[in-house]
């Protein structure tokens, strides 16, 4: 009776030191708050010939600077601060792809810029070849490439007209060999009017005029879902998905009732939780990733963090208009590249 208790003891003192360790492994990066730090942004805009005019909002004439001028704070851990040499080294002779929308544009400058500037004097050549673009870094053979793909699923061109195929994936070919792939999708999924690329859906070959979205979003996870179980082999490629990345359009959501867009925002909210909360279409993405339990794909889970950073977009500082859906560069996805780096360096 005595042995018995004694064995059950030292089973709870292990069990109980265990999970103490694991804690302390699985810092959740994407729960924390932005702490003013002046050794933020990570590069100057001036050292970065890269960046698009659409994402350059000093060079456009942003006067404001202390939204450069946080750094992302996980309750848990501290993020390791990117070094692009050390992640060259890491991952020497291989390719990295965004696939996706702007929003992985956006993350893809970030890199490139992230990159370049910690190694200003290497060799690189800048290409373009159909839908992809590419930063190859000559001394350390990486490729850092954009496939440029607003649905993931395919659109075609039929006799009916562009038809959003649901249940298709062809452009996936483009995404087979590469080491490490960082997928995203989801600002495309509710263009109406003008905006809107296409004029049927096609499911199970049917065709359809329209239908709920965030439902085709779902569907459309699912075959990317499938075509990742069927032709990615997880020992060779390291997988990620973007996650989605919100606007700041309606004040209401950050109790500022009345403001309908992000222009003039300076700080970012303080504390870690939004008030205007996540969007559903998230709680899809998770059900989906969910699902992969053999071909695992880590989500960069930047939702909150990038809708408390209300400020960082180039609103009247940008392309066009009023943006408060892409982010500055240097920025916010400096950020999403900051955490994505922390994620390479510890596999
Ligand atoms: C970037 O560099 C320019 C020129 O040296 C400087 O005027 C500017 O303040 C710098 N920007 C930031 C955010 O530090
Ligand atoms: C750079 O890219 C171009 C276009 O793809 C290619 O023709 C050229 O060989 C590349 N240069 C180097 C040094 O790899
Ligand atoms: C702004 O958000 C609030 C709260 O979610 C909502 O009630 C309101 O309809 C939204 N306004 C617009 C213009 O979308």
């Known amino acids: 009776m005595g042995w018995n208790f004694f064995t059950i003891f030292i089973v709870l003192l292990f069990h109980h030191s265990n999970a103490n360790a694991n804690a302390k492994q699985s810092c959740n990066f ?11 942004p990570l590069y100057n805009s001036t050292q970065c010939p890269f960046i698009e005019h659409e994402f350059n909002c000093q060079r456009n004439g942003r006067p404001d600077q202390d939204y450069l001028k946080y750094r992302w704070q996980p ?44 190694l200003p ?33 395919d659109v075609v061109r039929e006799e009916k007209g562009r038809i959003l195929k649901l249940d298709s994936i062809e452009g996936g070919k483009l995404w087979k060999g590469i080491d490490m792939l ?14 809107q690329p296409w004029d049927f859906i096609e499911i199970g070959g049917q065709y359809y005029k329209d239908m709920d979205r965030v439902a085709a979003f779902e569907r459309a996870l699912f075959t990317w879902a499938k075509w990742i179980d ?17 606007s700041h359009y309606n004040g209401t959501n950050w109790n500022e009732p009345g403001v309908k867009t992000c222009l003039g925002q300076r700080q970012p909210i ?65 950020i999403w590249n900051q955490i994505l780096y922390n994620f390479v360096v510890t596999s």
């Open 30 to 40: 994407f729960e924390g708050s932005w702490i003013e730090d002046e050794t933020y």
């Open 182 to 195: 960082i997928f995203n999708t989801w600002h495309w999924w509710n263009r109406r009017g003008t905006t």
């Open 230 to 246: 069927t032709n990615i082999n997880p020992a060779k490629t390291l997988l990620f998905f973007q996650g989605i990345s919100p």
């Open 270 to 334: 303080s504390g870690s939780t939004y008030p205007g909360g996540l969007p559903p279409a998230l709680t899809v993405l998770k059900k989906v990733l969910y699902t992969l339990i053999e071909k695992p794909v880590t989500l960069l889970d930047v939702t909150n963090l990038c809708l408390l950073h209300k400020d960082g977009h180039p609103s009247i500082y940008g392309l066009t208009g009023m943006d408060c859906s892409h982010w500055c560069l240097p920025g916010v996805p400096d």
């Open 121 to 153: 004097n290497t060799k690189y050549n800048a290409t373009r070849v159909g839908d992809v673009s590419l930063f190859t870094f000559l001394d350390f053979e990486v490729d850092v490439m954009l496939d440029r793909s607003v649905y993931l699923v």
């Open 75 to 118: 309750h848990g851990c501290s993020l390791q601060r990117f070094d692009g040499g050390a992640l060259l080294e890491k991952l020497k002779g291989k390719s990295i792809m965004f696939v996706g929308d702007s929003l992985s544009r956006n993350q893809w400058q970030s890199l490139v810029c992230l990159l370049y500037t910690s």
